[in-house]
C-alpha cells in the first residue's frame, strides 16, 4: 500500500487529488494539507511513502517545503512528486534542485498522476519528456552559471552519450531506439552514471548535465 500525502491550496483540486488516489486499491491518502509548513509537519508525523506538493502556496510554498523534507542534508528524505500549473508557474526548476523526485502538470490526466506516484514510491524519478525540453530547457540558463564549463566528467564517451539523452528529456525506451541498444542496456548506463556521478535520480542528472554545460 502507498501511503500518499496531499498537499495543495486549492480545496477543489486536493480534494479531487485525494479522491482519485483513494480510489486506488494500493493507494491510501494518509492526509491532506493546504501549505507548505502544513505539509512538513503532516509529513513528519505521518511519514507518507510520496507528497504530492503543490509549488505556489501560501506562507511556506511547495519549493520550501520539499527543500525540508526531501533536501540535501535531510536525514530521512521523503520522496516529493510536484504537481504544478506550467504556463504560471517559474519554479518547477527549483523545486527538482530542492530534492523532488519528479513533476506533472496539472492538467495530466489522472492516469498519469496514479503512474507518477507509483513510480517515485518505487525509487525511480518522473520527468516527463516533453516537460523536460520545454520547461528545463526554458530555464537553463538561469540555473546554469554563465562561467561554468563541461571540464572533466569522470563518464565513458556512452556514458555521456546516454546522459546528455536523459537531460533532453529522452525516456529508456527512446534512448534504446536513438542508440540501437536494449533497454535494459540502457537501464546499466543509467545506473553506473548515477553512481559514479553520487546522484540520486534522473531528476538530479538531468540537473547535473544543464550545471555542467553539457546540454543547452
Given at each position: 500500500?502507498i ?18 488516489i483513494?480510489?486506488q ?6 492526509g ?18 510520496v507528497?504530492?506538493m ?11 517545503a ?8 535531510v536525514?530521512?528524505?521523503v ?16 523545486s ?8 506533472l502538470?496539472?492538467d ?11 513510480t517515485?514510491?518505487a ?12 520547461l ?23 556514458e ?11 525516456s ?13 542496456t ?13 546522484l ?17
Amino acid at each position: 500500500m502507498i501511503r500518499v500525502l496531499v498537499c495543495d491550496d486549492q480545496p477543489l483540486i486536493r480534494t479531487g487529488f485525494a479522491t482519485i488516489i483513494g480510489a486506488q486499491p494500493d493507494m491510501a491518502v494518509v492526509g491532506e494539507c493546504g501549505d507548505g509548513h502544513a505539509a512538513v509537519a503532516l509529513a513528519r508525523e505521518l511519514e507518507p511513502d510520496v507528497v504530492v506538493m503543490d509549488v505556489r502556496m501560501p506562507g511556506l510554498d511547495g519549493i520550501g517545503a520539499t527543500t525540508q523534507l526531501a533536501g540535501a542534508g535531510v536525514p530521512h528524505p521523503v520522496k516529493v512528486l510536484v504537481v504544478t500549473t506550467f504556463n504560471l508557474d517559474e519554479y518547477v526548476y527549483e523545486s527538482l534542485r530542492a530534492g523532488a523526485s519528479g513533476f506533472l502538470l496539472k492538467d495530466a490526466p489522472p492516469a498519469h498522476l496514479l503512474h507518477g506516484i507509483r513510480t517515485v514510491a518505487a525509487g525511480a524519478a518522473l520527468l516527463a519528456p516533453e516537460v523536460t525540453r520545454q520547461l528545463v530547457g526554458r530555464y537553463a540558463a538561469r540555473i546554469r552559471p554563465a562561467a561554468d564549463t563541461p571540464g572533466d566528467v569522470p563518464l565513458s564517451a556512452r556514458e555521456l552519450e546516454v546522459l546528455c539523452l536523459i537531460a533532453n528529456g529522452l525516456s529508456n525506451s527512446e534512448i534504446a531506439a536513438t542508440l540501437v541498444i536494449s533497454q535494459e542496456t540502457v537501464k546499466t548506463y543509467v545506473s553506473r552514471i548515477l553512481t559514479k556521478l553520487d546522484l540520486r535520480d534522473r531528476v538530479q542528472a538531468v540537473v547535473y548535465a544543464y550545471r555542467r554545460g553539457l546540454v543547452t
